[in-house]
Structure formats: structure tokens, C-alpha cells
């Protein structure tokens, strides 16, 4: 396996992407804003003429999201749900609840390898903040104990949302970006606007076409190899790229590399056989929610998940062997370079 070695025992949150627009081939000059929010670096590209204020609007959305659905704010609409857990239910806005809702049906698509109420072992870990740590046995069976999608009770009337148990915590990391990102472009269309780039650290949403008849290239970061080497090239037109993978948020304790994608059984980072996955699909809160889903349920049981929910949707799969595996909609879109 070529991973980077880390011999200091730290914690790396690189904000750096994995998926990035390859500079060369893109139209001179765009307008680009960028800032830190939803715990990553948030870039905008616009390549047509836009109004002033457009920029601001995107990013008060973007820190408005973050407002709603952050796990690690204390006055965020999810952190009431979690105080309130085994409590009462807790209304919430349009946007959290339909999160949380499309959270749980990927749950139930993938029989919980996937489940939104991952919290109390995302908090338990620590990986991503300054304090990772691993856990006692006996501690991660207790926030095992806390984690089941079907505890989660949804009330569309009241638009609220009920943890079933004290202690139980909803987590949308692995789903709240590609919201985040189909909503920019949502206002960037109602605004006009035909070409732009969306980069929420990483989860790219390329709106458009380059120039007339011209896909924007992407480049997918090769996770089995240093930062900005890539793996291969994406053409695509108006879709998402998202990747999932151990290799960008991880923790060195006693030595031992630990990331952030938690497998529900073991209470241990996944040890799927895969390094990385990119989904490429027109949805990016499908794209997202897919990355991590594909990433936790390994190569076969991905493979098939994203089929089952549409051919169409692009799976690329990089594992330790040289070999880049995908599916046939992945294949239109991706090149990969000769290694
Ligand atoms: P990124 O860090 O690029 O957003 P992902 O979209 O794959 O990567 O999301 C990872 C995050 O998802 C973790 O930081 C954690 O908050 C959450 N998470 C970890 N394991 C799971 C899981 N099994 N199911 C759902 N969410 C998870
Ligand atoms: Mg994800």
C-alpha cells in the first residue's frame, strides 16, 4: 500500500481537495470566492457575469446550512435534536429534516452501513479534532449500543425530528456537503448563471459545460499516491464529483493510521479493501451520500447499491492494488493516466 508515512503521532485535516479542476483547461479568469465553512474550504468559481451581491447570498446559504446542520456546533438545529434524545422530538427546518430524511433512506439501502446516528462514535474517536484518541473496548460497545437508524423518528407535520435513546447523536458529515453543494447550484441557475465550479472541500459540483461544446475536466486525486497526483481525468458536463476515502481525515495514534469512516459493526474505522471512491452523478447529495455508503460497504456491495439506485451514477473504486476498478458510467466519463 503507498500511504504517505506519518511517523508523528498527529491528526491531519487536510483541506486541501482530492477532486480538483484541472487549471490548465479551464476558461481564463473566472470569479472565484472562497471560505472556511461547513468545516472544510468552500470555493465558488463563476465564469459568466453575475450580480454584486451574488457571492454573499451563496455564502450566507452555505454558513446557514452549517447553522442548521453542524454536529460539532453547540447551537445548531441538530445539536437541540441530540440534547433532546430519549426526550422529546424537535422541530427543525426544511432543510435538516429533508437531510436527515434522505440520511436514513441511505441507511435502510444499505442496512446501516451507512446510519446518520454515527455520533456518539464520531465523537468517541475524536478523529478531526485535536484530540483523537482510541477508545476502550468497552467504550465503543456503549456508543455501538447508541447507533440505529430505525430509533430515529421523522414527523412531517411538525417537520421534527426524535432520537429514540439519551445519548444517541445525528451526524450528517457524510451527507451535508452535496445538500450543501446542490443547493449553490439550485441559486446559481435561479440566478443565470450557465458555467461555474462549486468546491466544497472537495465534493465538486461542475455546473455547465467549459465553453460550447467542451466538458470541464476534472481530475480525481489517486488516494494510493501523494496529493495532487491523479489518477485519472473525468470529463462532465453539469454533475457532481464526490470521494470518499481514509486517506484525506485521519488520526497517527501509537503509530497506527485510524480515519474517519466508522464501520457500524465494529465501532472501528472501516477496513473495507478500498482506499477511495468517487461517485460521479448529477445529484451531489446522492454523490455524497454514495461515497461514504460505497466506501463502508466495499467494492461488490457498492458496486451493486449505486446500480440499484441508477446505472447511470459513475463508481470509481481505488483500492492497494494498481488497479482502478469502475463501472460502465464511470468508464463514459473517466481516463485514467497510465501509472
Ligand atoms: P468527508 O470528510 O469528505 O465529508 P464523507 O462524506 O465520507 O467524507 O463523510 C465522513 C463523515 O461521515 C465522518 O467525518 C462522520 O462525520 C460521518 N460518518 C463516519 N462514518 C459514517 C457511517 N458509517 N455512516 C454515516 N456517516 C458516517
Ligand atoms: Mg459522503
Known amino acids: 500500500m503507498r500511504l504517505r508515512k506519518a511517523t508523528v503521532s498527529r491528526v491531519s485535516v487536510l483541506a486541501a481537495t482530492c ?155 457524510a451527507i451535508a456537503k452535496g445538500y450543501a453543494a446542490d443547493e449553490m447550484v439550485r441559486m446559481l441557475r435561479e440566478a443565470g448563471q450557465k458555467r461555474a465550479i462549486v468546491d466544497l472541500g472537495g465534493n465538486i459540483y461542475a455546473l455547465g459545460e467549459k465553453s460550447r461544446g467542451q466538458p470541464w475536466r476534472v481530475g480525481v486525486q489517486d488516494p494510493r499516491q501523494e496529493r495532487h497526483v491523479y489518477s485519472g481525468v473525468a470529463r462532465v458536463r453539469s454533475t457532481s464529483l464526490v470521494t470518499s476515502g481514509g486517506y484525506e481525515r485521519f488520526a497517527v495514534i501509537n503509530g497506527k493510521r485510524y480515519h474517519h469512516i466508522f464501520d457500524t459493526k465494529t465501532g472501528y474505522p472501516v477496513d473495507s479493501g478500498l482506499l477511495g471512491v468517487t461517485i460521479i452523478c448529477p445529484s451531489s447529495i446522492d454523490a455524497d451520500a454514495l461515497s461514504t455508503s460505497v466506501f463502508a460497504l466495499g467494492a461488490e456491495r457498492g458496486l451493486a447499491l449505486a446500480a440499484s439506485i441508477d446505472p447511470a451514477i459513475g463508481v470509481i473504486l481505488f483500492d492497494s492494488t494498481d488497479e482502478i476498478s469502475m463501472n460502465e458510467a464511470a468508464r463514459r466519463a473517466f481516463t485514467p493516466v497510465p501509472r
Not at 436514513?104 to 479534532?129: M, N
Not at 455501538?144 to 458529515?173: F, H, K, N, Q, W
Open 19 to 173: 477532486l480538483c479542476l484541472l487549471a490548465s483547461c479551464a476558461p481564463p479568469e473566472p470569479d472565484v470566492s472562497a471560505e472556511e465553512v461547513l468545516g472544510t474550504n468552500c470555493a465558488i468559481s463563476l465564469y459568466d457575469r453575475h450580480d454584486d451581491a451574488l457571492f454573499s447570498r451563496l455564502f450566507s446559504r452555505l454558513r446557514e446550512i452549517e447553522a442548521h446542520m453542524s454536529a460539532n456546533r453547540d447551537d445548531s438545529e441538530l445539536a437541540a435534536v441530540n440534547r433532546a434524545a430519549g426526550v422529546s422530538a424537535v422541530s427543525v427546518s426544511e432543510d435538516t429534516f429533508w437531510v436527515t430524511r434522505t440520511a436514513l433512506a441511505y441507511a435502510a439501502k444499505t442496512g446501516g452501513a451507512f446510519d446518520p446516528t454515527i455520533g456518539p462514535l464520531v465523537k468517541l474517536w475524536g478523529i478531526g479534532t485535536d484530540e483523537p484518541r482510541l477508545p476502550s473496548r468497552p467504550d465503543i460497545s456503549a456508543a455501538l449500543a447508541l447507533i440505529d437508524y430505525r430509533e430515529v423518528t421523522l414527523d412531517e407535520t411538525r417537520r421534527s425530528i426524535r432520537l429514540g435513546r439519551a445519548g444517541m447523536r445525528l451526524d450528517l458529515g
